[in-house]
Each structure stands twice: as C-alpha cells, then as structure tokens.
C-alpha cells in the first residue's frame, strides 16, 4: 500500500521555498510546485491507462493543475483536488472534460453575433459579387429601414421564423414584392451564419413550408402590356425605319 503523505498545515504550507514538488497531504497526489517565483498547486493523478512504445497498456498518469497559490488556498486547493478524484472515480477525466467545457463556451460566444453584424458580412461579400451599385445600396437601404430595428441587435443563433415573420408582416401585403426581396436577403445572411456556426438548425427565412404558412401567398393581379392600336401601327413602323441601330 502507497505511503501517505503527511497532511501539512496552511502554515507548513507557507514556508515551502524549495523548488520542486512537494505533497501536502490530505488529498492524494496534491503537491505544490515551485519553481522561482511560481507556485502552483498540481494534482498528480492516474486517469485511465495509455500504450506505452512496446504497445501494452500501462497507467496514464496526468498533472492537473488547480490554480497557483497563495490565490487558492490549501482549503480550495484540497476540495478542488477532492472534487477532480471523484471525477476520475467516475470515469470523466478532468482535461478532456475542461476542453469540451471551453469549446462549449467558445461556441456560445461566436453564437453571441448579431443579426447586424452577420448582415453587415454579406453586404460587403456581395458588394464585391454585384456589378449593380443600385442592387448593392438596395440590400443596405432595405434591412436598415425594414429589418434592423426588429432583428438587428439580437443574437442571430436566438432568432426563429416566427421573429422574421413579425419584421417581414408589416410590408408583407402593401408592399409585397419588396417583401420577398427582402426575406430572400435573410436566408442569404442565415446561410452565412449557418455556415460560421453562429446558427444550428434549418433556415428560419425559407419559404416553402416555413414562412409560407405564416404569411401567406398574395393573389398575383395579372396585368395586360401595354399595347398600340392597329391603326397606328403603320404610322409606328415608319418611324422606327428612321431609328438606327438594332435596337428599333
């Protein structure tokens, strides 16, 4: 059976100047490392079992570290150090545990974007995509006057169909075929935030069997060309004859 560590007091614990790796008892595996001017507590610990280079499995043990001291006391330290043991006892290991806490955590900041601040990425993509300075100033002027004061400011990852519904119904029957425009630039930009892992899940901004239900299809009013009447047609002819060029 492995030797116990004497259990130091917070006092003992001070006066270690030393460098190198000192066991404090208590917990099993606490040390405090010194080097120089540095001293931080350390967890040594077998966390499952690893091939060594003649391919068998042996003990994995790992250093885990727990903050440096004195910010966290002997006390914080040993029920830090205790909670990390009980960790392992379940089969989680503390690392790998930590990592996939701070990718979460990374994945819930980028997912903090702005509906803005995603619009404003594809406006400028497709600046450099239109040839059409009046499309590229329509894609601007629209979801500044129509979108940005309902949408705008929230995380784009928190939006659904039913939020981009109540921005597009204000506008949806008097002025709908702006409307449409308009929704279509926002599957753009949820394409663009789906793409950068700002947004899960299916397009909010489609149409079909999305926001079609919601809003609706508008009966299209059918509308006859303009026309010239026959009577004129020869007079037209002859002065088209004059015209040059092959657009006459």
């Known amino acids: 059976m492995p030797k116990k560590s004497k259990e130091l007091s917070a006092l003992s614990v001070a006066k270690i100047k030393e460098t190198g790796r000192h066991s404090v008892g208590g917990v099993d595996g606490l040390c405090l490392n010194v080097e120089g001017n540095s001293r931080v507590w350390i ?45 392992i006892r379940n089969g989680i290991d503390p690392i790998a545990h930590k990592q996939k806490q701070l990718e979460k955590l990374h994945v819930q900041k980028l997912r903090e974007k702005t509906f803005k601040e995603c619009a404003k990425v594809v406006i400028a993509n497709k600046t450099r995509e239109l040839k059409n300075e009046k499309h590229i100033g329509q894609w601007s002027s629209t979801l500044e006057t129509y979108i940005y004061p309902v949408l705008g400011n929230l995380e784009i990852g928190t939006i659904t169909k039913v939020d981009i519904a109540e921005a597009l119904k204000p506008i949806w029957i008097e002025k709908n075929e702006t409307a449409k425009r308009i929704r279509g630039r926002i599957e753009t930009i949820f394409d663009y935030a789906k793409a950068m892992g700002y947004f899960e899940g299916d397009n909010p901004a489609e149409w079909k069997g999305n926001l079609e239900p919601i809003l609706g299809n508008l009966k299209q009013e059918s509308r006859p060309h303009p026309s010239l009447p026959y009577e004129q047609v020869s007079e037209f002819i002859q002065h088209l004859r004059q015209k040059k060029g092959i657009s006459p």
């Open 43 to 87: 967890l040594r610990a077998v966390v499952g079992k690893r091939l060594d280079k003649d391919g068998k499995l042996k003990p994995h043990r790992r250093d885990i570290g727990i903050g440096p001291y004195p910010e966290v006391s002997l006390a914080e330290a040993r029920a830090k150090a205790t909670e990390l043991r009980l960790q």
